[in-house]
């Protein structure tokens, strides 16, 4: 069986890891003086903050360490977690270095009371031991936790560095693909490393990576079809926009609320005029909140092709 891409390619040190080079330069500076604060990392998905924790214990403690523990707050979120677990851990003392690591993977899904224990364990056995938090909102987590921690906030890779990436592993698996297919990829998972990797397996199990390929797989659809459904919408040709839609929908297997948010995202790229954007923007605001609300999506979407048609 072979492992899953974003494993098989996970670096193993922070100087393999891509973008990121402010946070993993610092990071690299408390692995070679070995003592560090209380870490925070935030940011979105697939970005590379639990990769970094997990660096960072690989080169501190080596392969495998008694003073080191990695807990994921989406599997048990409550105060027990930190009751038991977390206080047996740093209540010993370090086997070998001068301190314990804990990385506490997805703090943001602990409950508050969860949060408040874990402030007094931070605070009791700081001489002994350092959390990594890791989250996608800082904003979750406790004000006085936040406080405790030096906070590094990760962002979305930039696509020149993802490409290199993704070429790297296409050239080591010897995948065929065209550029156009590693620029969908690109434009899809919108600096998201995990999502990235995972199309390209994706792609690569079908033979080769090409802008088709990426599309059926990811259901969104190619920016250039969205621009023209904003286009032809607004050009008054209900009909025509509305046989773009379809085709939207039914061949490319996107949601209502999937053609929204690409619209959203396509809108300044259409190079409409500012007071048609703002219509469309507002527009497409309108339609996403009745499909929150439980709408009929295909209602709702003919509809705003209906207004976006009689905006003068
Ligand atoms: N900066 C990076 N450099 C190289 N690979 C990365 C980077 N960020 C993510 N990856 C790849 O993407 C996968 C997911 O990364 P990781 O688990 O670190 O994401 P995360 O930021 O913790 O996301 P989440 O918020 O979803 O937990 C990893 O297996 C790794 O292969
Ligand atoms: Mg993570």
């Given at each position: 069986?072979?492992?899953?891409?974003?494993e098989k390619?996970?670096p193993?040190?922070?100087?393999e890891?891509?973008?990121?080079?402010?946070?993993?330069?610092r990071?690299?500076a408390?692995?070679?003086s070995?003592?560090m604060?209380?870490?925070m990392f935030?940011?979105?998905?697939?970005?590379?903050?639990?990769t970094?924790?997990?660096?960072?214990?690989n080169?501190?403690?080596?392969?495998?360490?008694?003073?080191?523990?990695?807990?994921?707050?989406?599997?048990?979120?409550g105060?027990?977690v930190?009751?038991n677990k977390?206080?047996d851990?740093?209540?010993t003392?370090?086997l070998?270095?001068?301190?314990?690591?804990?990385?506490?993977d997805?703090?943001?899904?602990?409950?508050?009371?969860?949060q408040?224990?874990?402030?007094?364990?931070?605070?009791n056995?700081?001489?002994?031991?350092?959390?990594i938090?890791?989250?996608?909102y800082?904003?979750?987590?406790i004000?006085?936790?936040?406080?405790?921690?030096?906070?590094?906030?990760?962002?979305r890779?930039?696509?020149?560095?993802?490409g290199?990436y993704?070429r790297k592993i296409?050239?080591?698996?010897?995948?065929?693909?065209?550029?156009k297919g590693?620029?969908?990829?690109l434009?899809?998972?919108e600096?998201?490393?995990?999502r990235s990797?995972?199309?390209?397996q994706?792609?690569?199990?079908?033979?080769k990576?090409t802008?088709?390929?990426?599309f059926a797989?990811?259901t969104?659809?190619?920016?250039?079809?969205v621009?023209?459904?904003?286009k032809?919408?607004l050009s008054?040709?209900f009909?025509e926009a509305r046989?773009?839609l379809?085709?939207?929908?039914?061949?490319?297997?996107?949601?209502?609320?999937?053609?929204?948010?690409?619209?959203?995202?396509?809108v300044?790229n259409?190079?409409?005029?500012d007071a048609?954007k703002?219509?469309v923007i507002?527009?497409v605001?309108?339609?996403?909140f009745?499909?929150?609300?439980g709408?009929?999506?295909?209602?709702?979407l003919?509809?705003?092709l209906?207004?976006?048609?009689?905006?003068?």
């Open positions: 069986m072979e492992l899953p891409w974003t390619y996970r193993k040190t922070l100087g890891m891509v973008g990121q080079e402010s946070i993993t330069t990071l690299q408390y692995v070679e070995n003592s604060p209380h870490l935030a940011g979105p998905a697939g970005v590379g903050k639990t970094a924790a997990i660096c960072i214990a080169q501190i403690f080596g392969d495998i360490s008694h003073d080191f523990i990695e807990l994921n707050a989406s599997d048990e979120r105060i027990d930190v009751r977390i206080k851990f740093a209540r003392r370090p070998t270095g001068d301190f314990k690591l804990i990385f506490l997805e703090a943001d899904n602990l409950t508050s009371d969860a408040q224990a874990l402030r007094r364990t931070m605070e056995y700081t001489k002994t031991c350092r959390f938090l890791s989250c996608n800082s904003s979750k987590i004000e006085p936790i936040q406080s405790r921690c030096s906070i590094f906030r990760f962002k890779v930039l696509k020149e560095k993802v290199e993704l296409l050239d080591s698996e010897k995948i065929a693909y065209d550029d590693v620029e969908a990829i434009y899809v998972s600096g998201d490393m995990r990797t995972n199309i390209l994706s792609c690569a199990a079908l033979g990576v802008e088709e390929n990426v797989i990811t969104q659809a190619r920016p250039e079809d621009i023209d459904l904003i032809t919408g008054g040709k009909m046989g773009i379809d085709r939207l929908m039914l061949e490319y297997g996107l949601s209502g609320e999937d053609v929204l948010l690409q619209m959203n995202r396509e300044w259409t190079g409409i005029t048609e703002i219509h507002d527009l605001g309108e339609a996403n009745t499909l929150v609300e709408a009929n999506e295909r209602i709702q003919e509809a705003l209906a207004r976006m048609a009689l905006v003068k």
